[in-house]
Nanobody
Framework: QVQLVDAGGGLVQAGDSLRLSCTLS????????VGWFRQAPGKEREFVAA????????YSADFAKGRFAISRDRSNSAVYLQMDNLKPEDTAVYYC??????????????????WGQGTQVTVSS
């Protein structure tokens, strides 16, 4: 049963914008926490941004502040990542995630149960 489907990646130039989307289904759609992570070749998966429905709070990695914004539309079970002013170092596979993380785990891979298949973002200089 497919739980998360992420999409919206592509090849863009530095300074451009992209909007990633993630559709949640099944048990994943009732998750309290949704997040985005990314993984560049040869590197570990790293936290980008997250949002909790109950308990509130929006969390962002330092590199994402001021450029990336996460939003959630619960009516259609979707999560978005708006990325502006993209840089070549943002090149990575981006994954959406869902689960019930607590404050101490919301920035960690272990805090999420469900994962999308990933969407490639490539930023050329």
């Amino acid at each position: 049963q497919v739980q998360l489907v992420d999409a919206g990646g592509g090849l863009v130039q530095a300074g451009d914008s992209l909007r990633l989307s993630c559709t949640l289904s099944g048990s994943a759609s009732s998750s309290n926490g949704v997040g985005w992570f990314r993984q560049a070749p040869g590197k570990e998966r790293e936290f980008v941004a997250a949002k909790r429905w109950i308990g509130g709070g929006t969390y962002s990695a330092d590199f994402a502040k001021g450029r990336f914004a996460i939003s959630r539309d619960r009516s259609n079970s979707a999560v978005y990542l708006q990325m502006d002013n993209l840089k070549p170092e943002d090149t990575a596979v981006y994954y959406c995630a869902a689960g019930n993380p607590i404050i101490s785990t919301i920035r960690t891979v272990a805090g999420y149960r469900y994962w999308g298949q990933g969407t490639q973002v490539t930023v050329s200089s």
